[in-house]
């Protein structure tokens, strides 16, 4: 009933930027948290950043370096991410929570030179 579909990931140099968006089906309101995962290899999926209404949150990892936005009229939710480093290497996940929890399917990011 809720699907999520991830886009933007790609390869950048280091120092470099890329915006992910999650388009989102079926309905899901402001107050409904929707955040960024990803999993790098060999480690365990992580938060990396949310949003529930105004309010965002972020890993300490990215603070300062990454931005969530989510566009309402849209479904769709955003994250910017400027000076990339190697380590932001990764498969990112949109999710959203529901009572229960909803991925997309991921979008690769590889930061490399």
């Known amino acids: 009933q809720v699907q999520l579909v991830e886009s933007g990931g790609g390869l950048v140099q280091p120092g470099g930027s890329l915006r992910l968006s999650c388009a989102a089906s079926?309905?899901?309101?402001?107050?409904?948290?929707m955040g960024w995962y990803r999993q790098a290899p060999g480690k365990e999926r992580e938060l990396v950043a949310a949003?529930?209404?105004?309010?965002?949150t972020y890993a300490d990892s990215v603070k300062g370096r990454f931005t969530i936005s989510r566009d309402n009229a849209k479904n769709t939710v955003y994250l910017q991410m400027n000076s990339l480093k190697p380590e932001d290497t990764a498969v990112y996940y949109c999710?959203?929570?529901?009572?229960?929890?909803?991925w997309g399917q991921g979008t690769q990011v590889t930061v490399s030179s």
């Open positions: 079926g309905i899901i309101f402001s107050f409904n948290t």
């Open positions: 999710n959203v929570r529901i009572c229960a929890d909803y």
């Open positions: 949003i529930t209404g105004g309010t965002s």
